[in-house]
Protein backbone atom coordinates (compact mmCIF):
# COMPACT_ATOMS: atom_id res chain seq x y z
CA UNK A 1 0.00 0.00 0.00
CA UNK A 2 1.74 3.21 -1.11
CA UNK A 3 -0.53 5.39 0.58
CA UNK A 4 -2.65 6.46 -2.23
CA UNK A 5 -6.02 5.73 -2.00
CA UNK A 6 -8.04 5.35 -5.34
CA UNK A 7 -12.32 4.61 -5.95
CA UNK A 8 -13.71 2.99 -6.87
CA UNK A 9 -11.71 0.08 -7.34
CA UNK A 10 -13.71 -0.81 -10.90
CA UNK A 11 -16.21 1.11 -13.02
CA UNK A 12 -18.95 -0.95 -15.11
CA UNK A 13 -20.91 1.57 -16.95
CA UNK A 14 -22.99 2.58 -19.91
CA UNK A 15 -22.17 4.26 -22.99
CA UNK A 16 -23.62 7.64 -22.71
CA UNK A 17 -23.72 8.29 -19.14
CA UNK A 18 -20.83 10.03 -16.78
CA UNK A 19 -18.55 8.69 -13.92
CA UNK A 20 -16.87 9.95 -11.67
CA UNK A 21 -13.41 8.72 -9.96
CA UNK A 22 -11.64 10.11 -6.65
CA UNK A 23 -7.87 10.00 -5.80
CA UNK A 24 -7.06 10.46 -2.20
CA UNK A 25 -3.28 11.19 -2.38
CA UNK A 26 -0.27 10.82 0.24
CA UNK A 27 -1.50 13.58 2.63
CA UNK A 28 1.80 16.02 2.52
CA UNK A 29 1.92 16.07 -1.03
CA UNK A 30 1.22 18.75 -3.17
CA UNK A 31 1.36 17.33 -6.54
CA UNK A 32 -0.94 15.03 -8.34
CA UNK A 33 -1.32 12.88 -11.37
CA UNK A 34 -3.95 11.15 -13.28
CA UNK A 35 -2.55 8.90 -16.05
CA UNK A 36 -4.48 6.24 -18.00
CA UNK A 37 -3.33 3.15 -19.20
CA UNK A 38 -4.85 0.33 -21.92
CA UNK A 39 -3.82 -3.07 -22.05
CA UNK A 40 -0.82 -4.09 -22.90
CA UNK A 41 0.71 -0.45 -22.85
CA UNK A 42 2.22 1.59 -20.23
CA UNK A 43 0.36 4.83 -18.35
CA UNK A 44 -0.06 7.78 -20.53
CA UNK A 45 0.12 11.17 -18.91
CA UNK A 46 -3.71 12.94 -18.39
CA UNK A 47 -2.98 15.49 -16.21
CA UNK A 48 -1.45 17.45 -13.17
CA UNK A 49 -1.84 19.67 -9.94
CA UNK A 50 0.04 21.61 -8.10
CA UNK A 51 -2.25 22.41 -5.03
CA UNK A 52 -5.59 23.20 -6.53
CA UNK A 53 -4.01 24.75 -9.61
CA UNK A 54 -4.27 21.89 -12.67
CA UNK A 55 -0.96 22.95 -14.58
CA UNK A 56 -0.57 20.78 -17.44
CA UNK A 57 -3.44 18.71 -19.51
CA UNK A 58 -2.62 16.21 -22.35
CA UNK A 59 -4.15 16.39 -25.27
CA UNK A 60 -5.21 13.05 -24.63
CA UNK A 61 -7.82 15.09 -22.25
CA UNK A 62 -10.86 15.34 -24.65
CA UNK A 63 -13.60 17.84 -23.69
CA UNK A 64 -15.86 14.70 -21.93
CA UNK A 65 -12.65 14.97 -19.44
CA UNK A 66 -12.56 17.10 -16.22
CA UNK A 67 -10.48 16.65 -13.16
CA UNK A 68 -10.87 19.19 -10.40
CA UNK A 69 -8.97 19.19 -6.48
CA UNK A 70 -10.72 21.37 -4.49
CA UNK A 71 -8.85 22.50 -1.77
CA UNK A 72 -5.73 20.89 -2.69
CA UNK A 73 -6.37 17.30 -1.38
CA UNK A 74 -8.72 14.79 -3.07
CA UNK A 75 -9.29 14.65 -6.62
CA UNK A 76 -11.57 14.09 -8.80
CA UNK A 77 -12.07 12.59 -12.70
CA UNK A 78 -14.93 13.26 -14.24
CA UNK A 79 -15.30 11.49 -17.44
CA UNK A 80 -18.80 12.85 -19.53
CA UNK A 81 -20.82 10.53 -22.33
CA UNK A 82 -18.50 8.04 -21.97
CA UNK A 83 -17.28 6.03 -24.91
CA UNK A 84 -16.35 2.72 -25.05
CA UNK A 85 -13.04 3.73 -25.74
CA UNK A 86 -12.52 5.62 -22.62
CA UNK A 87 -12.54 1.84 -20.68
CA UNK A 88 -9.36 1.78 -19.68
CA UNK A 89 -7.21 1.81 -16.06
CA UNK A 90 -7.29 5.07 -14.53
CA UNK A 91 -4.41 6.01 -12.60
CA UNK A 92 -3.49 8.24 -9.57
CA UNK A 93 -0.29 9.39 -8.52
CA UNK A 94 1.20 11.85 -5.86
CA UNK A 95 4.42 13.11 -4.58
CA UNK A 96 5.66 15.93 -3.20
CA UNK A 97 6.74 18.37 -5.84
CA UNK A 98 9.06 21.19 -6.19
CA UNK A 99 11.93 19.11 -7.35
CA UNK A 100 13.30 17.54 -10.48
CA UNK A 101 14.12 13.94 -8.89
CA UNK A 102 11.32 12.92 -6.91
CA UNK A 103 9.56 9.79 -7.66
CA UNK A 104 5.47 9.03 -8.10
CA UNK A 105 3.65 7.14 -5.71
CA UNK A 106 0.70 5.33 -7.21
CA UNK A 107 -2.45 4.30 -6.47
CA UNK A 108 -4.03 0.79 -7.35
CA UNK A 109 -6.39 2.50 -10.33
CA UNK A 110 -9.74 2.46 -11.37
CA UNK A 111 -10.61 0.06 -14.24
CA UNK A 112 -13.32 1.43 -15.97
CA UNK A 113 -15.08 -0.79 -18.45
CA UNK A 114 -18.02 1.21 -20.43
CA UNK A 115 -20.51 -1.08 -21.68
CA UNK B 1 11.44 13.72 -22.31
CA UNK B 2 13.37 11.31 -23.77
CA UNK B 3 12.54 8.17 -25.43
CA UNK B 4 13.65 5.04 -24.04
CA UNK B 5 14.11 1.63 -25.95
CA UNK B 6 13.26 -1.59 -23.96
CA UNK B 7 13.14 -5.12 -24.97
CA UNK B 8 9.70 -6.44 -25.47
CA UNK B 9 10.21 -9.47 -22.92
CA UNK B 10 12.46 -11.33 -20.86
CA UNK B 11 12.97 -14.27 -18.87
CA UNK B 12 14.92 -14.99 -15.65
CA UNK B 13 15.66 -18.21 -13.45
CA UNK B 14 14.63 -18.07 -10.25
CA UNK B 15 17.85 -16.87 -7.95
CA UNK B 16 19.59 -15.87 -10.58
CA UNK B 17 20.30 -12.06 -11.12
CA UNK B 18 18.15 -10.11 -14.13
CA UNK B 19 19.54 -7.52 -15.89
CA UNK B 20 17.00 -5.01 -17.97
CA UNK B 21 18.84 -2.64 -20.48
CA UNK B 22 17.74 0.57 -21.54
CA UNK B 23 18.33 2.60 -24.55
CA UNK B 24 18.17 6.51 -23.68
CA UNK B 25 20.72 8.14 -26.13
CA UNK B 26 18.48 11.18 -26.47
CA UNK B 27 18.52 11.82 -23.07
CA UNK B 28 19.57 15.78 -21.94
CA UNK B 29 21.94 16.82 -19.33
CA UNK B 30 19.18 17.36 -16.53
CA UNK B 31 17.00 14.12 -16.99
CA UNK B 32 17.23 11.26 -14.69
CA UNK B 33 16.83 7.86 -15.32
CA UNK B 34 13.97 5.89 -13.56
CA UNK B 35 12.71 2.64 -13.12
CA UNK B 36 9.50 1.84 -12.21
CA UNK B 37 7.74 -1.90 -12.05
CA UNK B 38 3.69 -2.76 -12.71
CA UNK B 39 2.52 -6.13 -10.83
CA UNK B 40 -0.58 -6.94 -12.78
CA UNK B 41 -3.78 -5.34 -11.45
CA UNK B 42 -1.48 -2.97 -9.33
CA UNK B 43 -0.52 1.00 -10.06
CA UNK B 44 3.72 1.32 -10.90
CA UNK B 45 6.05 1.01 -8.44
CA UNK B 46 8.97 3.15 -7.66
CA UNK B 47 12.07 1.05 -8.22
CA UNK B 48 15.09 3.48 -8.56
CA UNK B 49 16.85 6.94 -10.17
CA UNK B 50 19.94 8.22 -11.02
CA UNK B 51 21.32 10.75 -12.90
CA UNK B 52 25.21 9.58 -13.71
CA UNK B 53 26.44 7.84 -10.79
CA UNK B 54 25.50 4.26 -10.44
CA UNK B 55 22.96 3.65 -7.55
CA UNK B 56 21.95 1.21 -5.28
CA UNK B 57 18.88 0.51 -2.82
CA UNK B 58 17.41 -2.36 -1.09
CA UNK B 59 15.13 -3.40 -4.21
CA UNK B 60 18.06 -2.93 -7.37
CA UNK B 61 21.08 -1.44 -8.83
CA UNK B 62 20.95 0.94 -11.55
CA UNK B 63 24.35 1.07 -13.80
CA UNK B 64 24.78 4.13 -16.34
CA UNK B 65 26.95 4.44 -18.85
CA UNK B 66 29.70 6.95 -18.47
CA UNK B 67 27.81 8.81 -21.63
CA UNK B 68 24.44 8.37 -20.40
CA UNK B 69 22.82 6.63 -23.07
CA UNK B 70 21.69 3.50 -21.60
CA UNK B 71 21.75 1.77 -18.49
CA UNK B 72 21.25 -1.58 -16.60
CA UNK B 73 18.89 -2.27 -14.22
CA UNK B 74 20.18 -5.21 -12.06
CA UNK B 75 17.80 -7.09 -9.76
CA UNK B 76 20.58 -9.18 -7.70
CA UNK B 77 18.70 -12.06 -6.73
CA UNK B 78 15.12 -12.17 -8.88
CA UNK B 79 12.31 -14.25 -7.28
CA UNK B 80 8.30 -15.28 -8.79
CA UNK B 81 7.23 -12.01 -7.15
CA UNK B 82 9.45 -10.21 -9.69
CA UNK B 83 7.85 -11.01 -12.49
CA UNK B 84 6.40 -8.03 -13.58
CA UNK B 85 6.43 -5.24 -16.71
CA UNK B 86 9.21 -2.86 -15.77
CA UNK B 87 9.95 0.60 -16.97
CA UNK B 88 12.48 2.55 -17.91
CA UNK B 89 11.68 6.43 -18.30
CA UNK B 90 13.96 9.25 -19.03
CA UNK B 91 12.59 12.69 -17.52
CA UNK B 92 12.86 15.14 -14.53
CA UNK B 93 10.56 17.60 -13.29
CA UNK B 94 7.05 17.90 -13.64
CA UNK B 95 5.93 14.49 -15.48
CA UNK B 96 6.86 10.77 -16.56
CA UNK B 97 6.68 9.45 -19.90
CA UNK B 98 5.88 6.03 -19.60
CA UNK B 99 6.81 3.45 -22.63
CA UNK B 100 5.59 -0.23 -23.43
CA UNK B 101 8.21 -1.65 -20.71
CA UNK B 102 10.00 -4.85 -20.63
CA UNK B 103 7.37 -7.84 -19.56
CA UNK B 104 10.18 -9.99 -17.26
CA UNK B 105 9.19 -13.27 -16.55
CA UNK B 106 10.89 -15.00 -13.02
CA UNK B 107 11.15 -18.92 -13.89
CA UNK B 108 11.40 -21.35 -11.74
Known amino acids: DTGVSQNPRHKITKRGQNVTFRCDPI?????LYWYRQTLGQGPEFLTY????????KSRLLSDRFSAERPKGSFSTLEIQRTEQGDSAMYLC?????????????FGSGTQLSVL | DAKTTQPPSMDCAEGRAANLPCNHS???????VYWYRQIHSQGPQYIIH???NNETNEMASLIITEDRKSSTLILPHATLRDTAVYYC?????????FGAGTILRVKS
Open chain 2, 89 to 97: IGGSGNKLV
Open chain 2, 50 to 52: GLK
Open chain 2, 26 to 32: TISGNEY
Open chain 1, 27 to 31: SEHNR
Open chain 1, 49 to 56: FQNEAQLE
Open chain 1, 93 to 105: ASTKGGQANEKLF
